[in-house]
């Protein structure tokens, strides 16, 4: 495996990391030597394995290191956690998760140590994807531990705290209970939607926004009840409501000043590569007139229609920007989409739509067409 891969499951786990974690696990068990280690983590398959699955593996090779005893392997993981802290370490190597893995996939029955030992691992390498099975296996018990670490003296325990229950955390296996009713939830948003730390906000934003996708209407009231209290509560609202502004919610419209009436003028919009290769952009422009006699605040944004197999369109909404248009102004935007293929989206030779949205109103849409 080399050491200058650019992939990032090869960047997070590289020999200097494996050999920085032989060296801690070797200070409290027998492990062998170096070498030894290295062949079990770098095995046969080793190159076909992604990103999750190496985690999964490191994950394994050191529960066949530790102790049978998950109480007493949870013990050596703290042990090491305490050392990697006291190392200060700056550049935190993803690899790390392996050791909140190991909580999340061999403590679920140990709910005390389990607790124990996020709270000192997630200052170091969050436990924000190995606390949901504990959620879901200890859901009253839970809430009440991470409501009582939204309280926590250390900013990214509190930060645990918001982005562990996420009911649509990323990459993390969806909480359908607070899908349905996040209202366990709340306390701990009302506790740290204005705390001194921006990572401990974002988080809390990123949480709301989650509601919002299944109670946009709780959401709503949460986002109105904030704004205007501090700068810190506003940006929380405003960065919770991106879903909400992208759906073109007339209330979150309103509550942002973002209102449209006649004196906003769409003109000139072209769509400029009215065929598109796949691997190559989409472009087009557009004019914005401000007719009016006074400043208006608009959020200009587009809308792609992508085709999908079923031959159905597929919208999906970016957004271009958000600023005051001086009474009288005229802008002109430029814009391109990539058609580079990604791992997220399939493309779908045919058909598609582009249109131009003006504070949540679509303006106009103009077709184009993907070979």
Known sequence: MAEESKL???VFFKPSFVDELYDGVAKHVKVGTKKKFRDSIFDKEWNEKELKQRVKHVTEVLHGLLPNSFPKAAKIITDITKELLAANIKEV??????LCEY???YGLEYYDESIKAMELL???MSCEFAVRPFIIK???RMMRQMLQWSKHKNAKVRRLSTEGCRPRLPWGMALDRFKDNPAPILPILENLKNDDDVWVRKSVANNLNDISKDNPELAVKLIKNWLGKTKHTDWVAKHAARTLLKQ???TVMSLFGLEMDKSIKLSDFKVLTPTVKEGKDL???FRIHNTGKKDKVLRLEYGMYYLRANGTLSKKVFKISERSYAAGEEYNVER?????PITTRKYYKGPHKVSVIINGHEMDTSDFKLI
Do not use: A, L, P, W
């Open 8 to 10: 990032f499951k090869d």
């Open 93 to 98: 190597s993803f690899g790390y998760m392996c």
């Open 103 to 105: 909580i999340e996939r």
């Open 122 to 124: 997630t200052q170091f």
């Open 138 to 140: 200890y859901e009253d």
């Open 248 to 250: 073109g919610n007339t």
């Open 283 to 285: 472009k087009f422009s």
């Open 336 to 340: 391109k989409q990539s058609f580079k």
